[in-house]
């Protein structure tokens, strides 16, 4: 019997989840949850879809499934996944995980309380080339790591409602495009924790109460210093969404593109490994990302094992957010207490 999964949301990046669950061969897709019953009842029938609730609530008075993935504005993340975990039903939150750092961790302790599996969606972590850096930078090929340049920017457009609604989506380019470019480099690095963050933002391109450009510069435990930029409209940008550039005492790797240098000593030249994707890429967000993402909640969810990326995951880049955006307001450094 396939696992019984359920959907709030029936946005863009909801009908990417329902493929992923399609596409996994051992889950379906037994409702979806919005309360615009048009937009519900066209996601319904785009995946084969025979259930249709219009809150959280009602889906769970009904019963029945095994896990819920949260799809939704901002603002909704945490009091959806909260009422989920306390009725004891596994979820896969989209990022940002939260509002805040506070409400996160709300969800951490339901999550906690209730045994249940909770998951946060940052996709990057299941793409095959980030981990094929990550696993460069364990294994020692750059020696030791201590900075890194990461981009969450889209170039000459940027999304519109909700997203650009503060009340909705708690920030802007920062929470929607940063915090992909954040987590990547955290995840490379080998989830350090955060220490301090110096950070400026602004609204240059649109009209907005949130922001479309920002830069921070991140602190971490292990002692690297990561700078990342995030952006809608940017009439310019040094690498794809979620590029990623390490650099270590015996060299420097990337992602987007995907590549090592090091220099040899003994002949004075640099020696450049390409392990062949940037010639094999199709898609700059490939759907086996997101299938590999849901593979990972359904084995949590059957394992009845913590889920990696978590809560505490999703915690931590909440954390470096809220920093961000004080540091941005005073026009000084935060510390980030562990």
Known sequence: MKMRLAISGAGSIAHTHAIAIQNSGRAEVLAVVNHQKKTAEEFAWAH??????????????VGNIDGLIVAVPNSLHAPQTITALNAGIPVLVEKPMAMNAREAEKMVEASEKHNAVLMVAHNWRFHDEVNWLRDQVKSGKLGKI??????????????????????????????????????????????????????????????????????????????????????????????PNAATRVFGKKGFGSVFPTLLEILNKETAEVDVTDPGYNDKRKEHYPQEMYDKQMFAFIRAIETHKPAK??????????????????????????????
């Open 309 to 338: 990326p978590g809560g505490l995951e999703g915690l931590e880049n909440m954390k470096v957010l809220d920093a961000a955006y004080r540091s941005a307001q005073t026009g000084k450094s935060v510390e980030i207490k562990p």
């Open 48 to 61: 084969g879809i025979n259930c249709i609730y219009g809150t959280v609530d009602e889906l769970l008075k």
């Open 146 to 239: 201590n900075r890194t340049i990461a981009y969450g920017v889209h170039t000459n457009w940027g999304p519109s409602g909700w997203f650009i609604n503060k009340k909705l989506a708690g920030g802007g380019a920062l929470v929607d495009m940063g915090v992909h470019a954040l987590d990547t480099t955290r995840y490379i690095l080998g989830d350090p924790e955060p220490v301090s963050v110096y950070a400026r933002m602004g609204t240059y391109y649109i009209k907005a109460d949130v922001e479309d450009t920002a830069v921070m510069i991140v602190n971490w435990s292990n002692g690297v210093v990561s700078y990342i930029e995030s952006g809608w409209w940017q009439p310019h940008a040094d690498g």
